[in-house]
C-alpha cells in the first residue's frame, strides 16, 4: 500500500471549472508539499503545509491533519493549468510522495 | 541563481557499466536530495544529505552511492547498471544555511532531471 494516494488519476476539465485534486496519507508527517510537473518533466513546488490552508494565485490548498487528507484546489481554471499535480509528505527525513494526477484543461 | 543543476541531460548506459549523475545548487543549501520517477509510479526517494558530509538512505537505495564533500555537489553514482535503473533521476535540495527553523518548513527545488536508459 502506497502512503500517499491521489484522487482522481487523471481529470478533464473545460476552460473555467473549478477544480479539485485530493490526496491522503498514512503515516505522521511534519509537511504536506503539492507539486506541478510540467508536460516536458520539470518539477515546481506549488504550496508547502503543515496545517490549515494557504492560497497563492487561483491555486487554494488545505490540509486536514486528523483526517490525515489534503486538496489542491484551482479557480477558473485554464489550459496553462495542465500539468500533472503531485502530493508529497514528509515523515521525518524521508518524502513519499502519489503518482499524480494528471490535468488537462480544454479550452 | 542558476537553482539547481543536473548533468547529463539524457544517458544510454549498457548493463553492467557505470556512471555519476551530477548534482549542483547555487542556493547554500544544506539538504539534498536523489529520487527516481518511474512511468506511473510515483517519486521515489534514493539517498538525501543533511549536510556536507552526511548522507543516509531513503526508501530506494540499493544500486546506488552519494557522497557530499562540498555543500553545493551531490553527485549518485550507479556502479554496476542494471535495467530496472532505467528511470528519470531528479536532484532536488531544500533549506538555506543559517536559517532557524525546521528543515520542514522549506519547499524543495528540483533539477530539470536526467533520463536514464540501461539496456
Known amino acids: 500500500k502506497n502512503e500517499v494516494e491521489q484522487s482522481p488519476q487523471n481529470l478533464t476539465a473545460q476552460e473555467g471549472e473549478f477544480i479539485t485534486i485530493n490526496c491522503s496519507y498514512s503515516?505522521?508527517?511534519?509537511?504536506l508539499h503539492w507539486l506541478q510537473q510540467h508536460p516536458g518533466g520539470g518539477i515546481v513546488s506549488l504550496f508547502m503545509?503543515?496545517?490549515g490552508k494557504k492560497k497563492h494565485g487561483r491555486l487554494i490548498a488545505t490540509i486536514n491533519i486528523q483526517e490525515k487528507h489534503s486538496s489542491l484546489h484551482i479557480t477558473a481554471s485554464h489550459p496553462r493549468d495542465s500539468a500533472v499535480y503531485i502530493c508529497?509528505?514528509?515523515?521525518?527525513?524521508?518524502?513519499?510522495f502519489g503518482t499524480g494526477t494528471s490535468l488537462t484543461v480544454i479550452p | 541563481n542558476a537553482g539547481v543543476t543536473q548533468t547529463p541531460k539524457f544517458r544510454i548506459l549498457k548493463i553492467g557499466q557505470s556512471m555519476t549523475l551530477q548534482c549542483t545548487q547555487d542556493m547554500n543549501h544544506n539538504y539534498m536530495y536523489w529520487y527516481r520517477q518511474d512511468p506511473g509510479m510515483g517519486l521515489k526517494l534514493i539517498y538525501y544529505s543533511v549536510g556536507a558530509g552526511i548522507t543516509d538512505k531513503g526508501e530506494v537505495p540499493n544500486g546506488y552511492n552519494v557522497s557530499r564533500s562540498t555543500t553545493e555537489d551531490f553527485p549518485l553514482r550507479l556502479e554496476l547498471a542494471a535495467p530496472s535503473q532505467t528511470s528519470v533521476y531528479f536532484c532536488a535540495s531544500s533549506y538555506p544555511r543559517g536559517r532557524t527553523g525546521s528543515p520542514s518548513s522549506y519547499e524543495q527545488y528540483f533539477g530539470p532531471g536526467t533520463r536514464l536508459t540501461v539496456t
Open positions: 503545509l503543515s496545517s
Open positions: 508529497a509528505v514528509r515523515a521525518g527525513n524521508q518524502f513519499y
Open positions: 503515516v505522521g508527517i511534519s509537511a
